[in-house]
C-alpha cells in the first residue's frame, strides 16, 4: 500500500526536528545517526532514503534551527510588556530556562565549538545562518549591524559558559553580567534604544 502524500516529507521534519534536539543537547560528534533516528521513531537504515550524508542533516537542521530559534525569540520579544522588545530578547535568551533547556534553545551555543572542524558545506550554511540571527537582533534592536555582531556574540558567548560551570552560583551571576552588558552595549549603539527602567 502506497504512503499518503506528503509522508516523506513529514518524516524528513521528524528526522531534522529530532537532529535538533540532539544537536542542542551533545552536540553534533556526540551524536550519532542511529540516535537521531531512534529520536525519531525510525530506524537507522532509513536515514538514507531522505539525506546523502550527515553533514546534509547538519545543514538542513542548522537552518531549521535558527529559524526556531528567531521564532522563539520574536514571541519573547511580542510578549514585551514594560521593556523593549530588545531587551525582553536579552532576558529570555540570558535566563536560567534557556540555559537549562538546551535542547529546545539557540543552537549556537551548542555548535559554535565544532564548526571549525566540519566540511566546508557545512560552515557555509552556519555563516549564512549566523548572519540571519545577526541581522534578525539588529534589526529588533534598532542598532547597526557591528553592535548586532557584539550582542549576539555576547549572549552566545554568556550562554555557553553559563552551562559549562557546575557551580549554580556562579551560573546565574555569568547570566546576569551578561544581561547588564548586553544592555549597555544596547544602550550605546548607535540608533540603539534607551531604557531606565530596571526590570527583572
Known sequence: MPYPEGHKIKVRGRIIGSAAKAFRSNGIHDTSVPFIMKGAGLTHGGFYSHFDNKDQLV?????????????LLQKA?????????????IHFYLSPYHRDHA??????????????RLSEEVRQVFNLELQRM???????????????SALLSLMVGT????????????SDSLLEAGKQQAKELIKNS???????????
Not at 134 to 148: A, N, T, W
Open 190 to 200: 548607535p540608533g540603539g534604544p534607551t531604557f531606565d527602567q530596571n526590570p527583572c
Open 103 to 116: 535542547e529546545m534553545g539557540c543552537i549556537l551555543p551548542a555548535l559554535s565549538g565544532e564548526i571549525s
Open 59 to 71: 545543514s538542513e537542521t542548522c537552518r531549521y534551527a535558527i529559524k526556531d530559534t528567531i521564532a
Open 134 to 148: 545577526i541581522d534578525f537582533v539588529s534589526d529588533l534592536g534598532g542598532i547597526d549591524h557591528s553592535s548586532g
Open 159 to 170: 550562554l555557553m559558559l553559563a552551562r559549562s560551570v557546575s557551580n549554580s552560583q556562579l
Open 77 to 89: 520579544a511580542d510578549q514585551a510588556v514594560e521593556e523593549s522588545k530588545i531587551h525582553a530578547v
